[in-house]
């Protein structure tokens, strides 16, 4: 049942590098991110509610709490500027790194998370499979490798992959939600200030397009999405579950085509494949309990 609810929480992630995109015909990245939390906040506060979770920090959670957040605020910020300069079908595979870094840093959450041969193996495979991607030739005629968007993308993907590693340490002393929460919070007020200071928003081009980027981001993505994942990292192994991300770049990639309407190069089907055969091999045992 885990493993069935993180398969499909990964496949609605799949939509986000799309969404970013569409929120950033209107909203800069800073603003994207400000509003976007806005709604993820109220998404997760109204849970904890509803659940009765205390969301106030205990004395001993704020400098964790503080460490996240600078983490993730630095990672969403480099991820919302890679994904305005690169396709959304390059974001979605390059994004996906951050299972691979999670699960070479998994034994250091969680002790017994071990690597073994084949699933190094499968982090071979998807590093090939990335390399292909990069080395491929955008529709300009440029190859990936040489976009400034496509590294922030594979930079930001690799602190993400650090971030749920911390993630799950930190959630196993402390409450999923409230984690969630105060990581997300206590990263508003830069986010706000970065905007305020130099960012503008094209008021012009706000239509449904951008909206429905940022309501997917918010309410979808940094609400239910990090619920889910959040609880299912409490619970169970963080490489193991981390890397059923194997399906994010599918559904990106097939999303991005259908939205965006961009175009699939042979390359990157090739790349994908890799990826998504390396991934497939790092989660090959059941999901169990720590």
């Known amino acids: 049942m885990a493993v069935a609810v993180a398969v499909a929480m990964n496949c609605v992630w799949g939509g986000n590098p799309v969404a970013v995109k569409l929120s950033l015909e209107a909203f800069p990245p800073l603003w994207t991110a400000f509003l ?60 996906s790194v951050y299972p691979l870094v999670a699960a070479l840093l998994g034994p250091w959450a969680v002790a017994g998370d071990r690597l073994d041969a084949v699933r190094a193996l499968g982090l071979v495979s998807a590093f090939i499979g990335t390399a292909t991607v990069l080395l491929g030739e955008s529709e300009t005629g440029q190859l990936e490798v040489f ?31 409230r984690a969630t929460f105060w ?12 905007a305020l200071a130099s960012e503008t928003i ?25 619920m889910v994942i959040a609880y299912l990292l409490r619970r169970y192994r963080p490489s193991t579950m981390i890397s059923l991300g194997f399906v994010t770049p599918v559904s990106g990639a097939a999303l991005a085509a259908w939205i965006l309407g961009e175009t699939v190069s042979q390359s990157f089907v090739v790349g994908l494949i890799e990826v998504a055969i390396g991934l497939a091999l790092v989660l090959r045992e059941p999901a169990r309990r720590a």
């Not at 806005?38 to 001993?60: E, K």
């Not at 990581?183 to 970065?194: E, K, N, R």
């Not at 951008?210 to 239910?224: E, H």
């Open 202 to 226: 094209a008021w012009h081009a706000i239509g449904w397009r951008p909206i429905a980027g940022i309501l997917f981001q918010g309410v979808i993505i940094a609400g239910l999405g990090f």
């Open 36 to 95: 976007r939390f806005c709604l993820g906040i109220a998404c997760v506060a109204v849970w904890a509610r509803l659940t009765g979770i205390r969301l106030f920090p205990t004395p001993d959670e704020w400098r964790p709490y503080l460490g996240l957040s600078i983490l993730f605020g630095v990672q969403i910020w480099i991820m919302n500027v890679g994904y305005g300069l690169t396709s959304g079908i390059m974001g979605s595979v390059l994004i």
């Open 183 to 194: 990581q997300m919070v206590l990263a508003q007020p830069w986010f706000l200030a970065g």
């Open 147 to 177: 976009s400034t968007g496509n590294w922030l993308v594979l930079l930001s993907g690799t602190l993400l992959g650090i971030r749920l590693v911390m993630s799950a340490r930190i959630m196993r002393a402390t409450d999923p939600a």
